[in-house]
């Protein structure tokens, strides 16, 4: 009698992840509890992913923590936000280190706390040197406004004569942008059911697969980051070509 065959190993996850966490305001009303618990489980949620980014062989995972126009929330939301980013920053980033986990932080941070900046510039410090896994949270994040920052430059650059316009082209564009040695998500994620980007990502998502999921984001864990792996493995990524 023949041995039964073996299951088909699993493909590899993307390499890149990036997810718009979004459900915490909800999860918590749904509770009937303040803003702020909702933003607290989905503390839990973001270390419960990161976790499983790095068991499941996850290169780069991009998480979208604070826009550019979350600024328009009310004051005591905002300021709960960077009490939580505080609070992670310190907790967390022994644990990052020791697990080889490199932080990246994009962003705008001219308008942030300066111990907020100040923490961020000590993790991407400490963990610059590790290879294993890297960590990106955007705060203050805009993408309409990290392609205008772009542009801008490119415009002094040219003007300033170290820039030969004729030479500019998306290579050029991109090394301009905050991701710029941060290669392109292969899946975008958004929890809640919402389904949109929101300002997020606009230049680096030209071709990533987008998976909308229902769950709302402090629910969020292995079992739907692995549900939305599986659906980007259905997924036929053509890049503008035909298919098979």
């Known amino acids: 009698m023949q041995p039964a065959p073996s ?12 997810i718009i966490m979004d459900g915490n305001g909800r999860w918590a009303t749904r509770r009937g509890l303040p803003r702020v618990a909702g ?6 949620a973001v270390r419960r992913t990161v976790t499983a980014c790095g068991d499941l062989g996850v290169r ?3 998480l979208y923590a604070f826009s550019s126009e979350n600024w328009k929330r009310p004051a005591s939301e905002v300021s709960d936000l960077f009490g939580l980013l505080r609070l992670y920053l310190r907790r967390e980033l022994a644990e990052l280190h020791s697990n080889g986990i490199r932080l990246r932080v994009i962003g705008d941070r001219t308008r942030l706390p300066a111990d907020v900046v100040e ?3 000590d993790g991407e ?13 955007a705060i203050n994040y805009g993408g309409q406004a990290e392609i205008v920052s772009a542009a801008r430059r490119i415009a002094e650059a040219v003007k300033a004569g170290t820039l030969d316009p004729s030479s500019i082209d998306e290579a050029v564009f991109e090394s301009y942008l905050d ?3 941060i290669p392109h998500p292969d899946l975008l994620v958004r929890t809640s059911g919402e389904q949109r980007l929101s300002n997020f990502l606009l230049w680096q998502t030209a071709y990533t697969e ?14 739907a980051l692995e ?18």
């Open 7 to 18: 299951p088909a190993a699993k493909p590899p996850p993307p390499a890149h992840i990036a």
């Open 39 to 44: 933003h607290r489980a989905g503390a839990d």
């Open 60 to 62: 780069f995972l991009t």
């Open 119 to 121: 923490l961020i510039a």
């Open 125 to 137: 410090r400490v963990t610059a040197g590790n290879s294993r896994f890297t960590l990106v949270i």
């Open 179 to 181: 991701t710029t040695d």
């Open 210 to 223: 987008l998976v909308f999921t229902p769950t709302l984001w402090p629910d969020f864990g292995r079992e």
């Open 227 to 244: 549900e939305a792996i599986d659906e980007y493995h259905r997924r036929d990524r053509r890049y503008g070509a035909v298919g098979a």
